[in-house]
């Protein structure tokens, strides 16, 4: 079972190079690509071709610089096209991060479960890890979980073996810097099991360690990906209150003007109900993308706006009797809970199926 490995590349030093000496002596093809690195590595890109072309390995260029995930893109697409027998291909850094025996070790696991995504696992936790790789990737693994219920120890890790039919899926996604990866991720939910192989974490110093992710661009870029679906919610929530404020203000001037004396309690039903569909729809279609049946996931979405109502209501009134506090503030400190809880819910079990 071949499996091919990518090389994505901007201005590598000789720690590629010492790489490619150790891997070519496997007769693995491996696809290299020079992401736009400037004019001054291009004795480093010529070693490379010279070490890799044998096997059957290709050098790919960028003339400019697109970022690692549009190189990932460039090799997946050549893969297609070139080598469509392939069973999948194991992902690899250049700065010298991932050992042979590292893509060994993930190479060896895909080979026995090639419908999984691999992920090659670091430890953040020694006092050798440069303290912005630690406290980045163990942010990102807690927001990874909260928004996707996926638990990733090493959400940044470079080295991954994909399936083919995944790798197809992957070309045609967004993101091409770092924000690739967290797409990748993101992606495998109810599609793609995700199993993980422990790799030591090698920096070269804890001071030192030269990167070219962006503390802050990619960052940024990142979190965009892993906050899309939780911000379209939270657009969908409040669209809902402004949909029942609305039909609450219709229902109460139709109602008292025809003298109903409890104008104000079938106002507020009528409104409640009607905005809770429109929040369910909008949920179902645009925030989880749900293939679950309309019956299935409306019955679980009601239960669990009825379940959420009487929460509030036992809740608020054990804060105001336990604390004597004011009923509008604890009543925004437990529904602003119950708000994060009830999109957990939504997330994993109301519209667990997804597109």
């Known amino acids: 079972m071949e499996i091919p490995i990518i090389i994505p590349a901007y201005e590598p030093d000789n720690q590629l190079i010492s790489l490619l000496e150790t891997l070519v002596n496997g007769k693995r093809k491996i696809i290299v690509i020079n992401d736009g690195s400037s004019s001054e590595y291009s ?7 010279s070490l890799i072309t044998p096997d059957g390995g290709v050098l790919l260029t960028h ?6 995930g549009k ?8 893969i297609i096209k070139n080598l469509p027998d392939v069973i999948g291909v194991v992902t690899a850094d250049s700065d010298g991060q991932h050992t042979v025996e590292c893509i060994e070790s993930v190479s060896d696991e895909f080979s026995k479960n090639p419908n999984c995504l691999i992920l090659g ?24 979980k909260f928004v996707s219920g996926l638990s990733i120890s090493d ?25 690739f990866e967290t797409e990748m991720l993101l992606a495998t939910v109810d599609k793609y099991e995700i199993r993980e192989v422990t790799i030591p974490t090698i920096y070269e110093s804890k001071d030192n360690h030269q990167t070219h992710f962006n503390p802050i661009k990619d960052s940024i870029n990142i979190y965009k990906i892993l906050g899309k679906q939780f911000f379209k919610y939270i657009l969908a929530s409040a669209s809902s209150f402004i949909v029942d404020i609305l039909l609450f203000y219709i229902f109460c001037r ?15 039903v009528i409104a409640r109900v009607f905005s809770a569909v429109f929040n369910y729809a909008v949920n179902y279609k645009k925030v989880f993308l749900s293939n679950e049946t309309v019956a299935k996931s409306a019955t679980k979405y009601f239960c669990l706006a009825i379940l959420q109502m009487g ?31 009830s999109y957990k819910i939504q997330h994993r079990l109301v519209f667990a199926k997804r597109k």
Do not use: H
């Open 43 to 49: 004795d480093v890109f010529t070693k490379v071709e």
């Open 63 to 68: 003339e400019v610089n697109y970022g690692k």
């Open 71 to 78: 190189a990932l893109k460039t090799a997946f697409d050549y």
């Open 121 to 144: 696992v670091r430890s953040f936790d020694g006092d050798d890890i440069p303290w912005k790789s630690s406290f980045g990737n163990k942010l990102t693994m807690r927001v990874m």
């Open 155 to 179: 959400t940044q890790t470079g080295l991954r073996a994909i399936p083919f039919t995944f790798m197809k899926e992957l070309v045609d996604f967004g993101g091409n810097r770092f924000e």
């Open 254 to 268: 139709v109602f008292k003007f025809n003298g109903l004396k409890e104008y104000i309690i079938v106002s507020t």
């Open 311 to 341: 929460c509030s209501a036992l809740f608020v009134t054990l804060g105001v009797m336990a604390t004597t506090g004011n009923e509008v503030v604890v009543k925004i400190i437990v529904d602003t809970i119950l708000f994060f809880i």
